[in-house]
């Protein structure tokens, strides 16, 4: 009866210990796969990997150029904010490291502030393409970009990729225009009006037509100048006319000998005009 017992006390600490072995080989191997959202590395890498149960396991992310570290989700045990994290593993998990783009903000003015404006400005992720458009005033003309008081170019509009905080400053010049006209409008022509950025000089230019002559440059009633070219500073919007006027000769005839007759036709007439001279022979003459 002992010796019963004593077999069936074997068999059951056999059977114990099969069980017991059986749930250790379950837990010799557990598999860990790590994944990623968005670019970054991590150590160990993206893929499966095999590991002793119970191991201690460091997870290490690294994100790449333009991107934030945000958070490791690892299954079964939650978020954790640390880029470097270490964990127990006890079962096969899933580890995903996410990995977002950095955000810049592109700042841009004007100058001076009442020069114009300009629109693109914001905030941006990195890798974005940004334009920015300088949008002149009445009045004035873009000239350029400066970025920390360094000239970056006159492109209108400037676009870039976003890798950093950035701020612009895109500067205007005062412009005015020089209007021409010419007064009569058969009497000559008259060159060199257009947009003039202040404190550049004009030249204007009037020629006048055949049979006419330059008078000068009027603007309003005010006579500015009596030569055909000319130069001035630009300070503000100018109207100038050229003047011009319609050439005149006289035309004198005369008889030879007087009381050989009578001629008419003389005069003062303006050029282009067709004159028509007579003579009448006078009766005494025969």
Same mark, same amino acid.
């Given at each position: 009866m002992?010796?019963?017992?004593r077999v069936?006390?074997?068999?059951i600490?056999l +059977?114990?210990?099969?069980f ?7 837990k010799?191997?557990?598999?860990l ?11 160990p890498d #993206? ?5 002793k149960?119970g ?7 690294t994100?790449?150029?333009g991107?934030d570290f945000?958070?490791?989700? +690892? ?6 904010s640390e880029?470097?994290?270490?964990i127990?593993l006890?079962?096969? +998990?899933l580890?995903t ?5 950095k ?5 841009a003015?004007?100058d001076p502030e009442?020069g ?5 400005a914001g905030t941006y992720l990195?890798?974005d ?11 004035f003309?873009?000239?350029e970009w400066?970025?920390?008081?360094v000239p ?5 509009p400037l676009?870039f990729?976003?890798?950093a905080d950035r701020?612009?400053v895109?500067?205007f010049i005062?412009?005015y225009?020089?209007?021409?006209s010419?007064?009569p409008?058969?009497?000559g022509?008259?060159?060199?009006g257009g947009?003039?950025i202040?404190g550049?000089?004009a030249?204007?230019v ?9 008078d000068g440059?009027y603007?309003g009633?005010?006579?500015?100048s ?7 500073t630009?300070t ?8 011009f006027t319609?050439k ?9 000998p007087e009381?050989?007759g ?7 007439y303006?050029c282009?005009?067709? #004159?028509?001279v007579t ?6 003459s025969?």
């Amino acid at each position: 009866m002992a010796r019963r017992s004593r077999v069936f006390l074997i068999l059951i600490l056999l +059977i114990g210990l099969a069980f017991l072995l059986t749930g250790c080989l379950k837990k010799i191997d557990v598999i860990l796969t790590v994944a990623i959202q968005g670019l970054g590395e991590t150590d160990p890498d #993206v893929g499966e990997h095999v590991f002793k149960y119970g191991a201690d396991v460091t997870l290490t992310a690294t994100p790449a150029e333009g991107y934030d570290f945000e958070k490791w989700e +690892i299954e079964g045990l939650g978020s954790f904010s640390e880029k470097v994290k270490v964990i127990e593993l006890r079962d096969t +998990i899933l580890a995903t490291a996410f990995f977002a783009k950095k955000s810049f903000n592109i700042g841009a003015s004007a100058d001076p502030e009442n020069g114009g404006a300009v629109t693109g400005a914001g905030t941006y992720l990195f890798g974005d393409t940004v334009s920015l458009k300088a949008v002149a005033a009445e009045g004035f003309k873009f000239v350029e970009w400066t970025e920390n008081g360094v000239p970056v170019g006159s492109d209108n509009p400037l676009e870039f990729i976003v890798s950093a905080d950035r701020a612009f400053v895109a500067h205007f010049i005062e412009e005015y225009t020089v209007k021409v006209s010419v007064v009569p409008h058969e009497g000559g022509t008259a060159t060199g009006g257009g947009k003039y950025i202040n404190g550049t000089k004009a030249t204007v230019v009037a020629a006048p037509a055949d049979c006419y002559d330059f008078d000068g440059w009027y603007e309003g009633e005010t006579l500015v100048s009596e030569e055909a070219e000319y130069t001035f500073t630009v300070t503000e919007d100018v109207d100038l006319v050229a003047k011009f006027t319609l050439k005149t000769f006289g035309v004198t005839v005369t008889a030879e000998p007087e009381e050989g007759g009578v001629v008419s036709g003389g005069g003062t007439y303006d050029c282009g005009t067709e #004159v028509t001279v007579t003579g009448i022979e006078s009766i005494e003459s025969f």
